[in-house]
């Protein structure tokens, strides 16, 4: 197993998103980036410790490559707009791929590049591309928050569509569980 740490906004809708992908085997909604130990979603939310909401994904390479994983990154959210997704607004809200190894930061910044040129995106890309130092877990209640609450107004309005958004443009990507569930 391999892990891959992404801020694309709201942890949230990069959680749904991610859990959907055929060959990942978990992901863990927390913070990274920042300067203070063990944040809490309290002090993060001020913009203040520096830290991003981020996705820890653990993969397996076998089934997902780390490339694809970018390709779903560089799709399911603006990477033009700095710090900011949608109505969320400030630093812990960026777009950042924290790499865990030289490997990782080669295909980050190639993926990067590739979309800047695309015309996929009418603006620049902003996405920060740094090395992961830590990563810290986001309480117990952020942790699957849309399967746990998929009728709450936010995941409704702003989750649900990007979900849908994704699963038409990666749905041959999708878990077995996913596509059972597209089906009904």
């Not at 740490?5 to 990069?14: H, K, L, S």
């Not at 939310?45 to 830290?51: L, V």
């Given at each position: 197993?391999?892990?891959?740490?992404?801020?694309?906004?709201?942890?949230?809708?990069?959680?749904?998103i991610f859990q959907q992908l055929r060959g990942v085997t978990s992901v863990v909604s927390g913070y990274s980036g920042g300067q203070l130990e063990n944040p809490t979603y309290e002090q993060v939310?001020?913009?203040?410790?520096?830290?991003a909401e981020v996705c820890q994904i653990e993969y397996d390479p076998r089934q997902i490559t780390y490339d694809?994983?970018?390709?779903?990154?560089?799709?399911?959210?603006?990477?033009?707009?700095?710090?900011?997704?949608?109505?969320?607004?400030?630093?812990?809200?960026?777009?950042?791929?924290?790499?865990?190894?030289?490997?990782?930061?080669?295909?980050?910044?190639?993926?990067?590049?590739?979309?800047?040129?695309?015309?996929?995106?009418?603006?620049?890309?902003?996405?920060?591309?740094?090395?992961?130092?830590?990563?810290?877990?986001?309480?117990?209640?952020?942790?699957?928050?849309?399967?746990?609450?998929?009728?709450?107004?936010?995941?409704?309005?702003?989750?649900?569509?990007?979900?849908?958004?994704?699963?038409?443009?990666?749905?041959?990507?999708?878990?077995?569980?996913?596509?059972?569930?597209?089906?009904?």
């Open positions: 197993m391999e892990l891959a740490t992404f801020g694309t906004g709201c942890f949230w809708c990069t959680e749904a939310s001020t913009g203040a410790t520096g830290h694809e994983l970018l390709e779903v990154f560089f799709t399911v959210h603006d990477p033009t707009t700095l710090n900011r997704q949608g109505d969320d607004i400030g630093t812990q809200y960026r777009s950042v791929i924290f790499y865990h190894n030289e490997e990782q930061r080669r295909a980050a910044e190639a993926a990067k590049a590739r979309v800047n040129t695309s015309g996929v995106w009418k603006n620049p890309i902003v996405t920060e591309i740094k090395p992961f130092t830590k990563f810290y877990r986001a309480e117990d209640y952020h942790q699957n928050y849309y399967r746990r609450n998929p009728n709450l107004s936010y995941c409704r309005l702003v989750i649900r569509p990007k979900l849908g958004k994704f699963e038409h443009t990666f749905k041959l990507k999708l878990s077995g569980e996913e596509i059972k569930e597209l089906r009904r």
